[in-house]
């Protein structure tokens, strides 16, 4: 009943950038905080980022002050910018959405995107 669709990724060399987007789309009532989580092989998942409906973001500290999380909450979309992007950024970024469904008002904390691929080269 909410579909998340990831957008952006690719193979970039080190020091590059790339954007990631995220759209949610489905029986939304309203979006509380939005974000981005990543999965490298072998490592379990980690938060990146994470932007509230109010604005107030987080970040990873790993990301700190190269990455940049906005929201359009008119649109139900979020944006991960990634710059000065290192080789250990490399992972399967996963867009997530605390979602409140419209129909029954039930608030579910767990939805995800079908993740994309970064990959950056040394």
């Known amino acids: 009943q909410v579909q998340l669709v990831e957008s952006g990724g690719g193979l970039v060399q080190a020091g590059g950038s790339l954007g990631l987007s995220c759209a949610a789309s489905g029986n939304i009532f309203s979006i509380n905080a939005m974000g981005w989580y990543r999965q490298a092989p072998g490592k379990e998942r980690e938060l990146v980022a994470t932007v509230r409906s109010g604005g107030g973001s987080i970040y990873a500290d790993s990301v700190e002050g190269r990455f940049t999380i906005s929201r359009d909450n008119d649109k139900n979309t979020v944006s991960l910018q990634m710059n000065s992007l290192k080789p250990e950024d490399t992972a399967v970024y996963y867009c997530?959405?605390?979602?409140?469904?419209?129909?029954?008002?039930?608030?579910?904390?767990?939805?995800w995107g079908q993740g994309t691929q970064v990959t950056v080269s040394s």
């Open positions: 997530y959405a605390d979602i409140v469904i419209l129909t029954t008002m039930q608030r579910l904390y767990n939805n």
